[in-house]
């Protein structure tokens, strides 16, 4: 292993199982790269590729990442630019087999290395985790520089943490060890920022009129340096931007606490700095790292199932007695009863409609069973019989389905000595991976300090997003929403003003649940966790928003009293 401190640049060219499919060749012609990552996994793509494997046991991995490095294995190697990825999904071997044979078709000789271990399905009963469809537990990034420093061109992984695709290539780069915990935790953050793709570089951002050109935003890149600190930017000349913003937004975006945890080292959020140093360009400093947990976190999706769904379009005057009544016929005519019937009525529409869509609004019935034939023809009939002996104006926003098998996502936790890590290096031969010698349980952090109220003077309403910015995403069946804002006077209004009680009136939806407030005064933001409104996860609810990717969104449209004096944008 030879070490180095020149700074890293680490590429992303995926943030999910479907991303840009031109992002890889872009970010390997765009200009330089040390090493190009790519993220394909989520809670559902686990799921996703976990059936695939169940109808053929060669498949269970991303098979885009086949047809991409197809087109961009020969670039990546001409230029020197290592790939990691855990497109080898819930079959890390069976992607890496078939990455070698594609190497041999092109003529290519690519030192191709694998890291496994998380799978626990065989083992799933003896680690209490009872008959899961998958099981997998998340690796760090020492089986990812193993490889590296075992000379490998591509390294293929199966369930990692999303940001050990960064801190695997750093480790490798700079010699660290178990014990250099900020360093580990500054590329922990940097892993974190960029693994969502174009989420940094101006996608999906709260001030996105701010923005130049988004038409076609460019992938992040950190530049790691030896300390752990970084600086995230993109190709010069590409879409979107990089700011203090952008940044701020993707570390708010499904985490908790000050405490990220991993496998490899636990970072501290509220220690993030950021500066912006450059016209896209800015600079993380100040991460520091504790001990990591004694455990692994473990993902596990369960077939659940038979579901069907179908909605219906009720337009004009008296909706919601319109939904009374289609919903007493549809009970009532149902042959085969399935397990439980969900109904949701979304009122989309308004008074004096200038367009039908504007005058209607969306019935939504959802229909689980463990019996497949309850949700299946029976459901469906029904649905077709009702529609010339219902309400005035029925029809559906399609024809019904036949329905499917589900899924539920639930985390489990094991001893991580329990895991045994691997990585199969590019000669064959299999090296392990002990667990962190740092490991510990760390203690309760201090609660938060009770916030003064204070006169803030003469308020005008308006909605909150003219002054803050939110980010919100989905952590299995709970959501986070982290808010944050960009003038100190106004992060200490924020602070005082959005409390789990103020945000219970603001979003009615989370008032019945647990909700988790958490401060990050460096970043300006308050993060919330909201417990449970996302039922078992995004394959099993039925939510309008099921990965509650919009809720940070609806929060920043709601009405509240903002300082006049504070410099707001209308």
């Known amino acids: 292993m030879t070490t180095s401190h020149t700074p890293l640049r680490i590429g992303n060219s995926s943030g999910f199982y479907g991303d840009r499919f031109s992002a890889m060749r872009e970010m390997l012609t765009g200009g330089d790269l040390d090493y190009l990552t790519g993220d394909y996994l989520a809670e559902l793509t ?130 660290w060890t178990p014990h250099d915990l900020d360093a580990l935790a500054g590329a922990v ?57 952008t940044v701020t937004a993707q570390l708010l975006y499904e985490v908790g606490g000050p405490r990220y945890f991993g496998p490899d080292v636990t970072a501290r959020l509220d220690s993030v700095a950021l500066h912006q140093v450059g016209p896209d360009r800015v600079q993380i400093s100040g991460v520091r790292g504790e001990a990591p947990p004694t455990t692994l976190k473990v993902s596990l999706n369960h077939l659940a199932g038979f579901r069907n769904e179908m909605t219906m379009v009720l337009t004009g005057l008296d909706i919601e007695a319109k939904a009374a009544l289609v919903r007493e016929q549809f009970e009532g005519a ?67 389905g036949a329905g499917g098998p589900y899924g539920v996502f639930e985390p489990a936790y094991v001893a991580a000595e329990a895991v045994e890590h691997r990585v199969t290096l590019p000669d064959g031969s299999v090296r392990v991976i002990d667990p962190s010698p740092t490991r510990a349980d760390l203690p309760a ?66 008032a019945d649940l647990a909700v988790h407030r958490y401060r990050l005064p460096n970043l300006l933001a308050v993060n919330f966790v909201i417990e449970g409104i996302l039922g078992r996860g995004v394959a099993d609810n039925v939510r309008f928003d099921p990965q ?9 449209a709601r009405i509240i009293d903002v300082p006049t004096r504070f410099e707001v944008s209308a």
């Open 189 to 245: 953050v940097a892993g974190h920022v960029i693994e969502c793709g174009a989420q940094a570089t101006g996608g999906n951002y709260a001030f996105f009129t701010e923005i130049a050109d988004l038409r076609h935003p460019g992938f992040p890149i950190a530049e790691v340096a030896a300390d752990g600190s970084s600086v995230i930017t993109k190709h010069s000349g590409t879409g979107g931007a990089v700011s203090v913003g």
């Open 334 to 400: 149902l042959p085969v009863k399935p397990d439980s019937l969900t109904w949701e009525l979304s009122r989309l529409d308004r008074p004096d409609p200038s367009t039908q869509a504007q005058g209607s609004a969306l019935l939504q019935v959802v229909a689980r069973s463990t019996d497949p034939a309850a949700v299946g023809r029976a459901f469906s009939s029904t649905a077709v019989e009702l529609a010339l002996a219902s309400y005035p104006g029925f029809t559906m926003t399609g024809p019904p």
């Open 548 to 556: 509650a990717k919009g809720i940070g969104e609806w929060l920043r």
């Open 445 to 510: 952090l201090p609660a938060d300090p009770v916030t003064p109220q204070r006169d803030w003077g003469p308020c005008t309403p308006m909605p909150l997003g003219r002054i803050a910015g939110a980010r919100s995403g989905d952590k299995g069946g709970s959501a986070n929403v982290g808010v944050w804002v960009r003038d100190r006077e106004h992060f200490e209004w924020l602070d005082e003003v959005l409390t789990v009680a103020r945000l219970a009136e603001l979003l009615p939806e989370t």
């Open 46 to 175: 686990m799921l996703i590729l976990g059936r695939d494997r169940l109808k053929d046991p060669a498949r269970g991995y991303a098979t885009t990442f086949v047809r991409q490095l197809r087109d961009c294995l020969g670039l990546a190697m001409e230029r020197k630019v290592r790939i990691v990825s855990n497109a080898g999904g819930v079959n890390p071997r069976g992607l890496a087999d078939a990455l070698a044979a594609l190497a041999e078709e092109l003529g290519l000789t690519a030192a191709i290395a694998y890291v496994d271990g998380d799978d626990l399905m065989a083992r799933a009963d003896e680690l209490g985790l009872g008959a899961p469809l998958t099981a997998n537990a998340y690796l760090g990034g020492f089986g990812i520089a193993a490889a590296l420093d075992a000379g490998a061109d591509v390294v293929i992984t199966g369930r990692i943490t999303d940001a050990s695709l960064v801190v695997g290539p750093a480790i490798s780069h700079f010699g």
